[in-house]
């Protein structure tokens, strides 16, 4: 043995020329060189591929490896291939021709290729299998193999058909990799490769170095998140965001505010994708926007930053992409923005899905927000996820961790909810646990004729946001476990039996409180900059000035929001005014405008006003897509309940966009509309009366003029008058 250990380590040396193994590969490496089944479970960039490389370079045969990264192969196989003389490595996928897939096939045969890469597409191909049948084989590498279960967070069907497939080809032993398993993952994994013997090597989830954070989500979040990112100046950073859209927005925002970032989703050309990873690679550029695509076999160790803009859709992907911050071992910040809204806007994407799928989606979801919710250390909690026990009581790198809550008993609670689920037989999940003890009569419970039932509303003393906390405590406590089979069910286990039969001290924090809607949220809290009266006061007076000797209304030259924003962010230059809320290109080109950044100017040198610079955040123009065809319509004279009808919006709503769009600055000429619609008088009476009043307020303009004309007659012509006068 000792022998044998020595040789390994001098054929790791030979090969890829490393002293010594991490972590658990040589025993890994071992055991596939003794015929046996394998399953590893091993952290990102901990090193799995060289638990396969190396045995089949030292082995008779071809080992087969099943891969889902394409682009990827072609890497492995260059490396593996520079590697050694004996054997070389190769690729089997759609992207190869003819002569290609004939070169492969001859140095199988011959015995050269020690390695073979395969996309589960190709190795389900009748004539490869018909082929490898014929072929020597080591034995077969499961690679990202999370992959086979429908509740990994990558589930692809035609992984569900490698076992049926091997049996085809031809037996061997199988080795299974992956980063990411839950309890349940893993059951599934080696119950679907027919490996539920394997030997498991399993390392620790943990990642010490990674700070994990969750923020409300605000109005104010692409700010934060800019505020962020100069904080952290100069450094590496992903921040991932769920669709495109975003993605491309964002990426545009950051660079208006002068940070070196670029955005990278699947639906860019190839071309510009490696020319982006390069780009981050060699720092050309800092923060990389983008979709889940973004990461996978990228290998930069020194991301020191993490964000997530929205709230991902499991927490293994979570995992995942936290993972990708701090490999080297140092600084790793997480951050992830979360709004309960998200969570209806995912929940809603699922509707249309196959009600398995949509089952399973939600309890993923459900998991994750637990994850945002809690105040429970997130450490532990990850951890316990993947079914690893964190048994700190303060791990001093997560927010909750660093701002502990206080505990509160819930004893009595556990009570209720442990007799619950013992009552019920076991057989039901956690919302539907908590239905029952509050004593909500739903359709569900109603069906199963429980509201009869001599524990139904057991709890309903106790709020019902506050039983999620004692159910998910009790489950990370280990009084209860969720069923691996029947993925979600709560079970007692011994422990919380014990506890059932005789109560001891039960102590949890209470969830973090998240508003549901981030566009009130921001309101109470203030945003990140506030207002400066005695700026604010200055500029209505400087607006009533020019009122008068424009005679217009003051709210034609600036509204108050603009006012409000200006006193705010104190812009200095006609340039900066233009990010001010309703003041477009026609607004900056007023003679008066330069007056009003003067002003402010002179005030912040008087005042000696030092601005937060990384606060003012530049956003780009982002019109909506609605809005853009609104006003490409208008200009086209199309009339406008036409263009309502066009785009599915009542013309009231139509309105409201117009309406929006003139009030941000982009002047309309909708006079084609008017003459067709209204007779001229009535247009003047209402320009007129606009032309006079102190106030565009819609409501005093009908009690003004409502007996001659109609709501959206004043409507009409005040966008006239707005887009003409305003803009
Ligand atoms: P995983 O697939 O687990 O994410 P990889 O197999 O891609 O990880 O390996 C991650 C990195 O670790 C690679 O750069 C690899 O060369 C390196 N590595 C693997 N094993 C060793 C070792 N024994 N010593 C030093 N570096 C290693
Ligand atoms: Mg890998």
Redesign the pocket.
């Given at each position: 043995m000792a022998n044998n250990k020595q040789n390994l380590t001098e054929a790791?040396k030979k090969y890829?020329g490393?002293?010594?193994?991490?972590g658990d590969?040589e025993a890994i490496v071992q055991n596939v060189l003794d015929g046996k089944d394998t399953f590893v479970l091993?952290?990102?960039?901990?090193?799995?591929?060289?638990?396969y490389q190396l045995p089949s370079l030292l082995m008779e045969g071809t080992a087969i490896v099943i891969s889902p990264l394409i682009a990827l192969m072609k890497n492995q196989v260059d490396i593996i291939s520079s590697m050694s003389d004996e054997g070389t490595a190769h690729y089997l996928n759609s992207s190869l021709n003819k002569a290609a897939i004939d070169q492969v096939k001859a140095d199988i045969l011959a015995g050269r290729t020690k390695l073979l890469y395969v996309a589960p597409e190709s190795l389900t191909k009748e004539e490869n299998v018909e082929f490898l049948k014929q072929a020597k084989i080591s034995f077969y590498a499961v690679?990202e193999a999370h992959c086979i279960s429908e509740w990994g967070h990558d589930f692809r069907p035609e992984y569900r058909r490698i076992r049926p497939i091997i049996n085809e080809i031809g037996v061997a032993p199988v080795i299974a990799?992956t980063?990411t398993a839950t309890d349940k993952v893993r059951t599934d994994i080696k119950k679907n490769l027919g490996i539920l013997d394997a030997v498991e090597f399993k390392s620790s989830f943990n990642r010490p170095n990674l700070y994990y954070e969750v923020r409300p989500k605000t109005r104010e979040v692409d700010k934060d998140i800019i505020k962020f990112i100069k904080q952290h100046s100069g450094k590496s950073g992903i921040i991932y965001c769920l669709s495109r859209k975003k993605v491309e927005e964002l990426a545009e925002i950051l660079k208006a505010n002068d940070i070196r970032a670029a955005a990278y989703h699947a639906g860019l050309e190839s071309a510009l994708r490696s020319q982006t990873q390069d780009d981050f690679l060699m720092e050309r550029i800092d923060v990389i926007v983008a979709t889940i695509a973004f990461g996978m076999?990228i290998?930069k160790p020194d991301v020191r930053f993490v964000i997530h803009y929205d709230i991902p859709k499991s927490l293994e992907g979570y995992y995942q992409e936290t993972g990708r911050a701090g490999r080297d071992g140092g600084e790793g910040l997480c951050i992830t923005f979360y709004a309960q809204k998200d969570l209806q806007k995912l929940d809603k994407f699922m509707e249309g899905k196959p009600v398995a799928e949509q089952d399973i989606g939600r309890q993923l979801l459900a998991e994750t927000a637990a994850y945002a919710e809690t105040s429970v250390c997130r450490r532990k909690m990850l951890l316990h996820y993947f079914g690893e026990e964190y048994t700190q009581e303060n791990c001093h790198n997560c927010d909750n961790c660093l701002h502990p809550k206080t505990k509160i008993d819930a004893e009595k609670q556990l009570v209720i909810v442990l007799g619950a689920i013992q009552a019920l037989k076991e057989n039901f999940r956690s919302d539907y646990i908590v239905d029952f003890v509050i004593g909500r009569e739903t359709e569900e419970i109603l069906a199963h004729k429980h509201q009869n039932h001599e524990l139904f509303g057991a709890g309903e003393d106790y709020e019902e946001k506050h039983w999620n906390p004692v159910i998910r405590q009790a489950l990370i406590a280990g009084y209860l476990k969720k069923d691996v089979e029947n993925y979600g069910l709560l079970k007692l286990t011994s422990a919380g039996k014990k506890f059932l039969k005789n109560p001891t001290t039960f102590q949890i924090v209470e969830d973090n409180e998240f508003a549901e809607d981030y566009e009130s949220s921001t309101e109470h809290e203030g945003g990140t900059s506030a207002l400066d009266p005695t700026l604010s006061a200055m500029l209505k007076d400087l607006r009533k000035k020019v009122s008068r000797q424009l005679d217009r209304p003051p709210y034609v030259i600036f509204q108050d929001v603009s006012i409000e924003q200006m006193a705010t962010d104190y812009p200095m230059t006609l340039e900066e005014l233009k990010n001010i809320q309703g003041v477009g290109e026609g607004k900056v080109k007023q003679p008066y405008a330069k007056a009003f950044v003067d002003l402010i100017k002179q005030y912040c040198e008087e005042n000696e006003i030092v601005r937060h610079a990384d606060l003012r955040v530049r956003t780009v123009a982002k019109k909506s897509i609605l809005k853009v065809k609104i006003i490409q319509a208008i200009d086209r004279q199309i009339a406008l309940d036409d263009i309502a009808t066009a785009q599915g919006l009542e013309f009231e709503e139509l309105l409201d966009e117009v309406e929006a769009i003139v009030y941000s600055g982009t002047k309309l000429n909708i006079d084609y509309f008017l003459d067709e619609v209204m007779d001229e008088d009535h247009i003047d009476d209402i320009y007129d009366y606009f032309a006079d009043s102190e106030t565009d307020s819609l409501e005093a303009a009908i009690d003004e003029l409502g007996q001659e004309c109609s709501e959206d007659e004043i409507r009409l012509v005040r966008i006239k008058f707005i887009s003409e006068m305003a803009n």
């Amino acid at each position: 043995m000792a022998n044998n250990k020595q040789n390994l380590t001098e054929a790791l040396k030979k090969y890829f020329g490393f002293d010594k193994f991490k972590g658990d590969q040589e025993a890994i490496v071992q055991n596939v060189l003794d015929g046996k089944d394998t399953f590893v479970l091993m952290p990102t960039g901990g090193g799995k591929s060289l638990c396969y490389q190396l045995p089949s370079l030292l082995m008779e045969g071809t080992a087969i490896v099943i891969s889902p990264l394409i682009a990827l192969m072609k890497n492995q196989v260059d490396i593996i291939s520079s590697m050694s003389d004996e054997g070389t490595a190769h690729y089997l996928n759609s992207s190869l021709n003819k002569a290609a897939i004939d070169q492969v096939k001859a140095d199988i045969l011959a015995g050269r290729t020690k390695l073979l890469y395969v996309a589960p597409e190709s190795l389900t191909k009748e004539e490869n299998v018909e082929f490898l049948k014929q072929a020597k084989i080591s034995f077969y590498a499961v690679d990202e193999a999370h992959c086979i279960s429908e509740w990994g967070h990558d589930f692809r069907p035609e992984y569900r058909r490698i076992r049926p497939i091997i049996n085809e080809i031809g037996v061997a032993p199988v080795i299974a990799l992956t980063a990411t398993a839950t309890d349940k993952v893993r059951t599934d994994i080696k119950k679907n490769l027919g490996i539920l013997d394997a030997v498991e090597f399993k390392s620790s989830f943990n990642r010490p170095n990674l700070y994990y954070e969750v923020r409300p989500k605000t109005r104010e979040v692409d700010k934060d998140i800019i505020k962020f990112i100069k904080q952290h100046s100069g450094k590496s950073g992903i921040i991932y965001c769920l669709s495109r859209k975003k993605v491309e927005e964002l990426a545009e925002i950051l660079k208006a505010n002068d940070i070196r970032a670029a955005a990278y989703h699947a639906g860019l050309e190839s071309a510009l994708r490696s020319q982006t990873q390069d780009d981050f690679l060699m720092e050309r550029i800092d923060v990389i926007v983008a979709t889940i695509a973004f990461g996978m076999g990228i290998d930069k160790p020194d991301v020191r930053f993490v964000i997530h803009y929205d709230i991902p859709k499991s927490l293994e992907g979570y995992y995942q992409e936290t993972g990708r911050a701090g490999r080297d071992g140092g600084e790793g910040l997480c951050i992830t923005f979360y709004a309960q809204k998200d969570l209806q806007k995912l929940d809603k994407f699922m509707e249309g899905k196959p009600v398995a799928e949509q089952d399973i989606g939600r309890q993923l979801l459900a998991e994750t927000a637990a994850y945002a919710e809690t105040s429970v250390c997130r450490r532990k909690m990850l951890l316990h996820y993947f079914g690893e026990e964190y048994t700190q009581e303060n791990c001093h790198n997560c927010d909750n961790c660093l701002h502990p809550k206080t505990k509160i008993d819930a004893e009595k609670q556990l009570v209720i909810v442990l007799g619950a689920i013992q009552a019920l037989k076991e057989n039901f999940r956690s919302d539907y646990i908590v239905d029952f003890v509050i004593g909500r009569e739903t359709e569900e419970i109603l069906a199963h004729k429980h509201q009869n039932h001599e524990l139904f509303g057991a709890g309903e003393d106790y709020e019902e946001k506050h039983w999620n906390p004692v159910i998910r405590q009790a489950l990370i406590a280990g009084y209860l476990k969720k069923d691996v089979e029947n993925y979600g069910l709560l079970k007692l286990t011994s422990a919380g039996k014990k506890f059932l039969k005789n109560p001891t001290t039960f102590q949890i924090v209470e969830d973090n409180e998240f508003a549901e809607d981030y566009e009130s949220s921001t309101e109470h809290e203030g945003g990140t900059s506030a207002l400066d009266p005695t700026l604010s006061a200055m500029l209505k007076d400087l607006r009533k000035k020019v009122s008068r000797q424009l005679d217009r209304p003051p709210y034609v030259i600036f509204q108050d929001v603009s006012i409000e924003q200006m006193a705010t962010d104190y812009p200095m230059t006609l340039e900066e005014l233009k990010n001010i809320q309703g003041v477009g290109e026609g607004k900056v080109k007023q003679p008066y405008a330069k007056a009003f950044v003067d002003l402010i100017k002179q005030y912040c040198e008087e005042n000696e006003i030092v601005r937060h610079a990384d606060l003012r955040v530049r956003t780009v123009a982002k019109k909506s897509i609605l809005k853009v065809k609104i006003i490409q319509a208008i200009d086209r004279q199309i009339a406008l309940d036409d263009i309502a009808t066009a785009q599915g919006l009542e013309f009231e709503e139509l309105l409201d966009e117009v309406e929006a769009i003139v009030y941000s600055g982009t002047k309309l000429n909708i006079d084609y509309f008017l003459d067709e619609v209204m007779d001229e008088d009535h247009i003047d009476d209402i320009y007129d009366y606009f032309a006079d009043s102190e106030t565009d307020s819609l409501e005093a303009a009908i009690d003004e003029l409502g007996q001659e004309c109609s709501e959206d007659e004043i409507r009409l012509v005040r966008i006239k008058f707005i887009s003409e006068m305003a803009n």
